[in-house]
């Protein structure tokens, strides 16, 4: 039987205005390699440094990822703050290339009760980059989808209204203002969402990618871009 090969080429005219990530894989990388699982989140660090570039020279408007879910202080104390310690490196060594690259950073999640030192970084990143007007780099930290929905909930009741419409719901979400997700890309092969951006995610296309996010490089990115590109997104029409 023939074998056939698809081949695709990136069409740079058809980038996705969002790309949100699911930067799965990192403590089955280092596992595979004798390594303590926070060496995975620090090549995942590595990792994610040259994907924030990559998708500022392909021209993507947003890029969504997911670093810290809701669920995800049920790990061991010395991960939970192990991944927060690379937060504080991660603005520490990139946050003046973000800058001049014109990156707006912005935090969806409730960071309020992430460790002080993070929180610290967090601010200066806030800070540092608020009228930026490229690429707008979202982080989910202490973010869960259900959470955000609930959250949004709560801040309607306040207001007191007795019936509501998808923009006033959307309005109170961590990503008002950014347009839903094209893409959802997973690294590590699992096939689910785990609560990430359950309310934006309702017509995205998903991407699941083989390799651990550690070893996820520019050129696999555009392949699971490419993927994307050559989905037929009909919105529930024809
Ligand atoms: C999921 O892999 C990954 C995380 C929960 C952490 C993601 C963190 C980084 C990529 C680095 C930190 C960067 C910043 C900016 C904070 P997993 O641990 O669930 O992997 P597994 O499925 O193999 O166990």
Not at 51 to 60: A, E, R, T, W
Not at 200 to 216: K, R, T
């Amino acid at each position: 039987m023939p074998v056939v090969f698809m081949i695709f080429m990136l069409d740079k005219n058809n980038i996705p205005q969002h790309v949100a990530i699911i930067m799965d894989g990192n403590g089955r990388w280092a596992k595979e390699r004798g390594q303590m699982r926070v060496f995975g989140h620090n090549e995942g660090m590595n990792a994610l440094r040259e994907i924030v570039k990559h998708s500022d020279i392909l021209g993507v408007k947003y890029l969504t990822v997911y670093a810290f879910s809701t669920e995800n202080w049920k790990r061991p104390i010395e991960e939970v703050s192990g991944i927060f310690k690379l937060l504080v490196k991660y603005v520490a060594s990139e946050l003046d290339e973000l800058n001049r690259n014109n990156v707006m950073v912005n935090i969806i999640g409730d960071w309020s009760i992430i460790p002080e030192d993070a929180k610290k970084s967090v601010l200066k990143a806030l800070e540092t980059t608020k009228n930026n007007t490229g690429l707008v780099f979202n982080i989910a930290i202490n973010y869960g989808g259900r959470a955000e929905i609930i959250r949004a909930c709560n801040e309607l009741i306040k207001e007191g209204k007795d019936s509501i419409s998808e923009a006033d719901f959307e309005s109170k979400l961590y990503t008002n203002g950014c347009p839903d997700p094209d893409v959802i890309i997973r690294t590590g092969g699992e096939y689910r969402l785990s609560n990430f951006l359950t309310w934006q995610s309702a017509y995205s296309e998903l991407v699941i990618v083989d390799c651990y996010w550690p070893e996820f490089n520019p050129s696999q990115y555009e392949a699971a871009l490419e993927i994307y590109q050559s989905r037929n997104r009909r919105f529930g029409g024809l």
